[in-house]
């Protein structure tokens, strides 16, 4: 976490970058891989870098005080394209209910009539997931959802990256890097002011990467 910069001056806007996925699944460990080569230290105050791993309940908890304007996942996609292929992708309005999971209960116990209930189980903490739980929990989520996603090669027991997505690594910090720079540069409030694009009003996303506009594909790990 950027701890040194909590409280250095008033934050423009407030930046969480969580690095998600399981080290012991291969290239299911890419997020947990990339935050933890952010260089903090260039980061501008407002951007906290966490390691998240498998614990999605507590990226939820994290995001309850509604400080952050915008999150910013890196995690491994099922994208087109060969392994190693990197995309920024948007989930479209995160303000409005996420449709329930299939399968998923309505009223259950705990919660009120007509509110799908998810189950909480190791990686499964795809986007979508992440803000209907925040709002079973009470909180009122955040204005601007990005996912950095890498197409994995190998998804199963194994540590390490295969050479594919280890290749796209650094790839992938900078352009971590430059998107939490440009959204704590926004004015708190106006986080991503154009619907549908991956990298804001007017921007188009950094060389080399795909905007797919947004996130409506299923993670690699679900």
Known sequence: MNAANEGARPCRGRVLVAGIGNVFLGDDGFGVEVVNRVDTAVLPPGVDVVDYGIR???????????RHDTLIMVDAVPLDGPPGSLAVLEVDDPSAEPAA?????????GGPSGEAHVAV??????????????RQLGGGGVERVLVVGCRPAVVEERMGLSEPVRAAVDEAVGLVTALA????????????????????????????TEDHGQADTEWASA
């Open 181 to 208: 720079c440009a959204e704590a540069a926004r004015p708190r409030g106006r986080a991503g002011t154009e619907a549908g694009t991956g990298t804001g009003a007017g921007e188009d996303p950094p060389a080399g």
């Open 101 to 109: 999971p299939a399968g998923s209960e309505e009223g259950g116990a």
């Open 56 to 66: 999605g309940l507590h990226l939820a908890y994290g995001l309850l005080d509604g």
């Open 121 to 134: 189980d190791g990686h499964g903490m795809d986007p979508q997931t992440v803000l209907r739980l925040l």
